[in-house]
């Protein structure tokens, strides 16, 4: 009887569930775009079968009121520390590595990569590493992309969380397992910056972001590691911003308060009202080839449909770099078909250090930006909750989250379900 009741709420979760849009997306080399639509969809469809198995509060019977609560939040902390972080932190760590740096290492054609993922934590001692494999025996490697090997599992982490976060737009609901993996993700993004130690409190080199510094301070000439003019310190600093998360705020209330002390399945997002218009403002902070950036973004909903207006700003170390981008959700619905959406940014950034066959060579810097279609368009009948979905466009040279740094076509597909 249970396994029937369990198969009939896989087939009508979508009745009783916020309606949300999870996607499985492919592209050429494996993005950090792609695999986190991808990983968050996996780990939402065996977050919807545990919560059926699994409950978030016990000791029924228990009539003290406190002894009840005492047991429950105990057993919801040992849930979280031997179930659900080893969990979370899998996925973080297949992100990091085979996705993020992993992902870099396929731009530029290497092949035979290696990657090792530990048994995480509490089990083991988690984490993990990536090597780099054989690359053409000419294939020259800019400075620029040596910085964005280096930066790149920072970079993926960061766009996980991001795709987390997105999926509570329309909802506005955090179920309680997506608010711990984006808090996760978020923290391994931040947390490796704010921690970064000093390069002379080191006595072996072995950090991506301290490689990442010398080969963005390499570029411009600062070679020497004693003499750095772009500094784990600078970074430490400017790192701050990225707390100015609301999205990572709520997430966290949900994980502590709502599901850790109350049990409850379910937090809130919280929108400033004006009328039937929704807003809400962000910050976020990245990595660069040219130095690290923050977003300043605005969120704004209006019944099904939302966009995200921002605007990026780099911290001028060695040279100006900003942009600004519109992205939406929704926004374009064809009779019930499907949905067409948009994603355009435009930015004026310094040249490129970058390389090929037999060669280095600079990209010429100044305005260039980037276009690309989100579309999902169902399959089948028109009450079916299964559709095609992909990314369609073009970027000129420079630097977006994500994407190469060379111009080139954009194209990711996939399946995508609604709940």
Request: hydrophobic fraction near 35%.
């Amino acid at each position: 009887m249970k396994t029937l009741k369990l198969i009939l709420f896989l087939i009508f979760f979508s009745t009783f569930i916020q309606a949300q849009t999870y996607q499985f997306l492919f592209d050429k080399n494996y993005s950090s775009i792609s695999a986190a639509e991808s990983i968050v969809s996996v780990f939402q469809t065996g977050s919807t079968i545990e919560s059926k198995l699994l409950p978030t509060q016990i000791g029924k019977n228990i009539n003290s009121k406190w002894g009840k609560k005492a047991l429950n939040v105990s057993y919801r902390l040992s849930r979280f520390h031997l179930y659900d972080l080893p969990v979370i932190n899998s996925f973080t760590w297949v992100q990091y590595f085979i996705f993020g740096h992993g992902y870099q290492y396929r731009n530029l054609n290497y092949t035979n990569n290696k990657f090792e993922l530990n048994t995480p934590y509490p089990y083991g001692k988690g984490g993990g590493y990536s090597k780099s494999g054989q690359i053409e025996s000419n294939r020259q490697i800019g400075q620029h992309e040596r910085a964005a090997i280096n930066y790149g599992g920072v970079e993926a982490t960061r766009i996980l969380s991001s795709t987390i976060s997105n999926k509570w737009i329309f909802s506005d609901s955090i179920y309680f397992k997506e608010a711990m993996f984006c808090v996760r993700a978020f923290n391994q993004s931040q947390y490796k910056l704010l921690l970064l130690p000093d390069i002379s409190e080191s006595s072996n080199i072995g950090n991506s972001i301290h490689f990442y510094l010398f080969y963005v301070n390499r570029q411009y000439g600062f070679s020497n590691s004693n003499n750095l003019m772009y500094t784990p310190e600078k970074l430490r600093k400017r790192a701050w911003i990225g707390f100015l998360n609301p999205f990572v705020g709520f997430a966290f209330l949900t994980a502590i308060y709502d599901y850790g002390w109350h049990g409850k399945k379910f937090g809130k997002l919280r929108w400033i009202k004006f009328g039937k218009l929704s807003y809400l403002p962000s910050f976020r902070f990245g990595l660069t080839p040219f130095g690290d950036e923050t977003f300043f973004e605005s969120f704004l909903k209006k019944n099904n449909r939302a966009a995200r207006i921002y605007y990026r700003h780099g911290n001028p170390v060695f040279e100006k770099f900003k942009g600004a981008g519109l992205e939406t959700f929704n926004f374009w619905k064809f009779k019930n078909r499907g949905y067409l959406d948009l994603h355009f940014d435009i930015w004026n950034q310094p040249e490129l250090a970058l390389g090929r066959v037999e060669e280095r060579y600079s990209t010429k810097g100044g305005i260039g930006g980037m276009v690309k279609l989100n579309f999902k368009i169902k399959i089948g009948d028109l009450k079916s909750n299964v559709l095609l979905a992909g990314q369609l466009g073009y970027k000129t040279n420079g630097y977006i989250e994500g994407e190469p740094l060379q111009k080139g076509l954009i194209f990711r597909g996939g399946i995508a379900y609604e709940l």
